[in-house]
């Protein structure tokens, strides 16, 4: 009988830590052009939502990953992919200047417009 409280436990909808993937830490983690490890996702493979990007002045920069995402699966992914380019490629200020773009347009999806209006309106 125990057997089925815990197998009822773990198939339990409402149970969410056991519902809950789990993503390994080194698939969350990415090496940043400086070489600092930096981490970019959550134990279920999320975006954090603030990721902290480290350079070699001893600064730090915050970015926000929020305004990458509208909630539509083909324009994140896409989204997704690039803000995964940027964190390895350029430094935090610039990164901020870019996100700066894409909230524009992740704004626009977000208010209804479809993608050509969105890049034009950008």
């Known amino acids: 009988m125990s057997t089925k409280a815990n197998t009822h436990e773990l198939l339990d909808p409402n149970n969410k830590s056991a519902l809950r993937p789990y993503y390994p830490y080194k ?3 990415i090496t940043t052009r400086l070489g600092y490890n930096i981490e970019i996702r959550d134990d279920t493979g999320a975006w954090l ?10 600064q730090s920069s915050l970015i926000k990953t929020d305004m990458f995402f ?4 083909e324009i994140d992914q ?3 992919a690039f803000l995964h380019h940027m964190l ?7 990164i901020k200047h870019y996100a700066k773009g894409i909230e524009l347009f992740t704004s626009e999806i977000i208010q209804g417009k479809g993608i050509e209006d969105a890049l034009n309106g950008v």
Do not use: C, F, V
């Open 70 to 73: 509208t909630g539509q699966s």
């Open 49 to 58: 939502k603030e990721i902290i990007w480290a350079d070699d002045n001893g």
């Open 78 to 80: 896409i989204t997704s």
């Open 88 to 94: 390895t490629r350029y430094m935090g200020t610039t």
């Open 27 to 29: 698939e969350r983690i």
